[in-house]
């Protein structure tokens, strides 16, 4: 992409003049650009690497986060409008005009620019992961070679809204406990920091003997307070710590996700979430035509969680030997052998996208199921916990008061 500063004479007979983002290289090109809407060129010159840098610093701006919501109504807009009978140019144009955000409207204008300077829709895409998915890429490819764009949009805006159904039901299941213990442990340091310090104070005056349960809660109580700030630091700096290493390292990554998929609760909720997400993602790529070695390297870079990364690619490796889909999903153990058994039904009846797109549909509904009852799950769990908890604390802090009274009501 270039910057050209232009001078025309519009049909109604004014003159604008500005300078503009063009594809080209050359300044004939970007003649034939600005005379397309009935211009007339008056003055076109390409700017130098100074200028154009100027210019790219002057336009640069914080990118707001196109969500998967944002992009399946963008990519079923614009499948509306070729269905109609509308350009693809026209098209584009309009959907990001009438989306509301014009840091999205001008990366689409630019893609526009590269489209009419030759670049096909996929090539023009591709140039943009962050509006195009590779999915959605590999469907606007596969929808110009068929000549049925608007329907492969139409079904990448489906399978966006059903990833993000999946992830936002993922996230709706991890959130609640984590809530729930995150607050029983505020809970507790308020106790042991602030509560216990007041009823010590009591005891103090009173000269009260006490019993070996409560000096240990006054011990406990005494450390909270002598290094509450350094607990507050240290599990800051381990939170900290260990985010970054997640993003950045791909051990610590493997690690985290596999500590997470042995805990009971969520165990459930992220084998589910993975399962319904590699099925429903395989089933898409194999039903528009993609080859299943290209499919499993699609997956792999798609998946977020490094344990699932890894036994797809250990998938892949079987795979790329000769063998079956599901005589290779059998050899890893991750996957469940009601997956392996419907793999293999679709594999032998020749409906292998079908079957993985029953099997997605039954872990949707099952991470569904789980996101409504993970409350009734968790509840109990952590009635008796914190119910057990709060017994000893309070057994071990009015015990030495019951003691006292007693004393007092005997003499």
Not at 77 to 89: C, K
């Amino acid at each position: 992409m270039n910057y050209f500063r232009y001078k025309v004479m519009e049909p109604t007979g004014q003159i604008a003049s500005g300078v503009i983002r063009l594809p080209y290289q050359d300044v004939i090109s970007a003649m034939s650009y600005l005379e397309r809407s009935d211009n007339t060129t008056l003055y076109v010159r390409k700017l130098g690497p100074f200028f154009s840098l100027l210019f790219q610093l002057a336009g640069l701006r914080l990118k707001k986060k196109i969500t998967r919501p944002f992009q399946a109504e963008f990519f079923s807009n614009v499948s509306l409008m070729l269905r109609s009978g509308v350009t693809l140019t026209t098209a584009l144009e309009e959907a990001a005009t009438s989306s509301g955000r014009p840091d999205f409207e001008s990366d689409i204008r630019d893609m526009i620019s590269n489209i009419e300077g030759g670049a096909s829709f996929s090539q023009a895409a591709e140039k943009y992961p962050y509006i195009f998915p590779g999915t959605a890429v590999h469907l606007i490819r596969i929808g110009e070679e068929t000549g049925k764009l608007d329907r492969m949009l139409t079904d990448a805006a489906e399978h966006l809204k059903r990833m993000q159904t999946i992830l936002s039901d993922t996230k709706q299941a991890l959130l609640y406990p984590s809530f729930v213990f995150i607050a029983l442990g505020a809970g507790l340091v308020f106790w042991f920091y602030y509560v216990v310090p007041k009823i010590v104070g009591l005891f103090k005056e009173m000269d009260v003997s006490l019993p070996p349960l409560t000096v240990f809660l006054i011990r406990l109580s005494d450390f909270v307070q002598d290094h509450f700030l350094s607990m507050i630091f240290g599990i800051a700096v381990v939170v900290l710590i260990t985010m970054l290493g997640y993003k950045g390292n791909r051990r610590i990554r493997k690690l985290c996700d596999a500590i997470l998929l042995k805990l009971p609760v969520s165990g459930t909720i992220i084998s589910a979430s993975a399962m319904a997400f590699i099925t429903e993602y395989f089933s898409l790529l194999l039903s528009v035509g993609i080859d299943i070695l290209q499919s499993m390297n699609i997956l792999q870079d798609s998946i977020k969680n490094e344990v699932y990364r890894e036994k797809l690619a250990e998938v892949r490796e079987e795979l790329a030997t000769g063998k079956g889909i599901s005589e290779s999903f059998e050899h890893t153990p991750l996957f469940p052998s009601f997956v392996v058994r419907m793999l293999n039904v679709g594999e032998q009846s020749g409906t292998l996208p079908e079957q993985l797109s029953h099997i997605a549909e039954d872990y949707r509904n099952k991470l569904s199921i789980i996101v409504a009852t993970i409350g009734k799950i968790i509840e109990p769990v952590v009635l008796v916990i914190a119910g057990a908890m709060f017994a000893v604390i309070i057994g071990g802090l009015f015990l030495p008061i019951y003691d006292l009274v007693s004393k007092v009501s005997g003499r």
